[in-house]
């Protein structure tokens, strides 16, 4: 029999645990995906102290001894199986030290250096030695120089092979390289990057990675230019034949909208009209006027410059059909939140800002509008394009990373699921706003472009097999 591609993947947030943003759907989806087809693989992150403990079952699997700077910290690593997938969640002073996922960096640092080193030290403990170790993004970069580290000293680790994903490229973790010296984790040099990125985690992960992807394919392309680079891309570049890029996937248990009790009325293909309660339920809720002839456009989405959403509010004025209405929902930077505040009252009669982080009331703008818009200055691969599609909610997006290898136009595609704009400008995002508003005047022609976008298949399955191919690819690399 052959045997099982082992995997430790690690990553700051997962489902069903603790959720920030979309690499939480990703470390929950992906690795179910993986054990689904028989890929031996434990999805590793910190025991966040907003982690609610009463709601999992967690046994103690290993304690181990790290050493930081001379000082021994102990961690205990707990599993917890959820979906037949056996997760690892690591405790320890650094993990209580930094309570919430993302906060204070220096923090941030210790506590995900810190579970790196744990991680690789209890498959030592355990015996369970890894033939990938999978980590993603700066957090857990740490795990890919600790590998390269080990290999270099001794038998035990001399077959495992390290894939690094970047999921959100600008965010380096500036800051917590003195952090990482503390883990004895050092830094290689590189004549590609420019000094100050060097000892960064994101730079380190690429440059001692015996593989990189990301989670696009347009994205993996991107970031080798100078304008998605981030001033890496001389090094990605240098590395592009070691770099792919895979689409993410959506898990369609846990986004169906024929299930989905957030919703006022289920519904599938078959029945899109039924949408028709829940733009209703959604109106209601917001005060808006209750008229299904208005088309409702939302966003769910983090407020951070990287979404675009400065381009929306300049946008909406002067759009050429008067029947629209709005919802965002949102948190995130305290500017961008005070510029929405000011917005929804400046449009009080037909926009709604909520500013708060609502997963309930996320599923019933997927299933209750009737676009969602997505103005990103980049965006890796965006995964509420692809909810919207599933909950038959027209995406409205700009041509960059992953929202263009997922939507098609519908004025360059028989199979159109959505609507395009390039520049970054709300000229255009106005242009493409009027198309949509244009469109949804003809009702037939509307359900058939919602039918487009929920016929579509967004699961894990496929990102599931190019990642187990790539697994088997990278675990033969020989790396002497
Ligand atoms: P990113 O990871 O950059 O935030 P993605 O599109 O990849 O963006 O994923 C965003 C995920 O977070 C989606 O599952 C979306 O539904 C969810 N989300 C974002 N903002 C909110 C919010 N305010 N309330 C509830 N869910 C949200």
């Not at 394919?217 to 891309?233: K, M, Q, S, V």
């Not at 500017?335 to 505040?341: A, H, N, V």
Request: aromatic share 8%; with cysteine; hydrophobic share 40%.
């Amino acid at each position: 029999m052959v045997q099982e591609l082992r995997v430790l993947f690690l990553a700051a947030e997962a489902e069903p645990f603790v959720k920030v943003g979309g690499l939480a759907d990703v470390a929950g989806g992906l690795p179910r995906a993986l054990s689904r087809i028989g890929v031996d693989i434990r999805p590793c992150m910190p025991l966040h102290a907003t982690i609610d403990r009463s709601q999992f079952s967690l046994d103690k699997l290993a304690t181990v001894e790290i050493d930081r700077k001379g000082l021994a910290l102990k961690a205990t690593v707990y599993e917890c199986i959820v979906n037949e997938v056996r997760f690892w969640l690591i405790d320890g002073d650094p993990v209580r030290a930094a309570p919430g996922v993302y906060g204070d960096v220096e923090r941030d640092a210790d506590k995900y250096a810190f579970t790196c080193v744990a991680a690789l030290q209890a498959c030592e403990a355990l015996e369970w030695i890894p033939d990938i170790v999978h980590a993603n993004d700066w957090h857990m970069a740490a795990a890919v120089m600790y590998l390269a580290s080990v290999r270099r000293k001794g038998r035990v680790w001399r077959d495992t092979h390290s894939i690094y994903t970047i999921h959100n490229l600008p965010y380096m973790g500036a800051g917590a390289q003195p952090i990482l010296g503390a883990y004895g984790l050092q830094p290689q040099s590189s004549p590609s990057v420019p000094e100050a990125l060097l000892e960064m985690p994101m730079t380190q992960g690429i440059l001692q990675a015996d593989w990189i992807s990301t989670v696009s394919p347009n994205y993996a392309r991107e970031i080798t230019t100078a304008e998605f680079g981030a001033g890496l891309d001389p090094l990605l570049l240098e590395r592009h034949q070691h770099l792919s890029g895979i689409l993410n996937g959506i898990d369609l248990d846990i986004w169906d909208p024929s299930t989905d009790r957030a919703l006022a009325q289920p519904f599938n293909p078959s029945n899109i009209a039924a949408r028709e309660s829940n733009k209703r339920a959604l109106q209601a809720k917001l005060g808006l006027e209750l008229d299904p002839r208005i088309a409702l456009v939302g966003l769910v989405t983090r407020l951070d410059h990287q979404k675009g959403v400065d381009l929306l509010w300049p946008a909406l004025n002067g759009l050429s059909i008067d029947a629209w209405q709005l919802v965002l929902l949102g948190t995130g930077d305290d500017q961008l939140e005070r510029i929405c505040k000011e917005q929804a009252a400046e449009f009080h009669n037909r926009v709604r800002v909520v500013l708060q982080f609502d997963p309930e009331l996320a599923r019933l703008i997927y299933g209750g509008s009737d676009m969602l818009v997505i103005p990103s200055r980049y965006e890796p691969c965006g995964l509420t394009q692809m909810i919207a599609m599933r909950y038959g909610s027209v995406p409205i997006v700009r041509a960059t990373g992953g929202l263009a290898d997922t939507v098609l136009d519908v004025d360059h595609s028989d199979k159109g699921n959505g609507f395009i704009f390039k520049g970054y400008n709300p000229s255009e995002l106005r242009v493409a706003l009027n198309r949509a508003l244009t469109c949804y005047q003809s009702p037939d022609r509307w359900q058939e472009i919602q039918r487009n976008g929920m016929q579509v298949d967004f699961s894990w399955a496929h990102a599931a097999s190019a990642y187990q191919e790539l697994y088997r690819q990278t675990s033969t690399l020989d790396v002497s």
